[in-house]
């Protein structure tokens, strides 16, 4: 199994500089993770950056609240994927969920991912922490009904990551029309093999390097 294509390797702290996202880059490309995650600013030298490597640029839209209308979400979306991004991930109106407003939620999901087109992925965050499992289902089934690429536990922003039953809640849910991102809180090898056991396809950390080096180790 290639681990390393399991992981986003992830800077999206607000005081991230130049010579840190140039040195997540130079990680990623040398270690060959999925992708580079970072806000809409560094996309476009991301991408530079990985142009030419197997290693995609990801960008995270609406982050980390979700809370902005539908049309910043698109307009975001548009402004990375001119920027260089092939994957988006987009996190969920949370407080549209818990209104049960579920026609607001997919229409949210399902105009970014329109906006997507066949140009780049669409992850859905849905931030578990802040969900019932009643709530964490609808998330899963309004983002597999929008036509997203994933399901993603977590921001990292909040108040709880990724666990082990959560990811095994959507992978369920999902039942195989989307697949599973576990993110927040994944800092080393061990919980990163408990995510891919309870079925994540793809893990989101900023732990990236002490994880994999625990690996070889």
């Known amino acids: 199994m290639k681990y390393e294509k399991y992981f986003d390797h992830t800077i999206l702290k607000p005081d991230a500089a130049k010579a840190d996202v140039e040195r997540i880059c130079k990680e990623a490309i040398e270690y060959d993770f999925a992708s580079v995650c970072v806000n809409e600013y ?95 289902v609808k998330a899963c089934e309004l983002s597999v009904k929008a036509g997203a690429d994933f399901v993603k536990t977590s921001t990292g922003f909040s108040i709880g990551g990724a666990t082990q039953e959560d990811v095994k809640l959507m992978k369920d849910t999902v039942a195989g029309k989307a697949k599973v991102k576990a993110s927040g809180g994944i800092r080393d090898y061990e919980t990163a093999q408990k995510m891919i056991a309870a079925g994540a396809d793809r893990l989101g950390t900023s732990a990236t390097i002490k994880i994999v080096s625990e690996v070889v180790g």
């Not at 990375?80 to 988006?88: K, L, R, S, Y």
């Not at 407003?101 to 949210?108: A, G």
């Not at 906006?115 to 578990?128: G, H, M, P, S, Y």
């Open 42 to 136: 560094r996309v476009k030298m991301v991408a530079d950056l990985l142009k030419g490597t197997d290693v995609k640029t990801c960008a995270v839209v609406g982050f980390p609240l979700g809370a902005v209308s539908t049309g910043v979400k698109v307009f975001e979306t548009n402004s990375v994927i001119d920027a260089g991004a092939d994957e988006v991930d987009m996190v969920i109106n949370v407080g549209a969920l818990k209104d049960k407003d579920y026609e607001y939620v997919y229409n949210d999901i399902l105009e970014v991912k329109k906006a997507c087109k066949d140009k780049a992925i669409l992850k859905v965050i849905i931030e578990t922490c802040l969900l019932s499992e009643e709530e964490k």
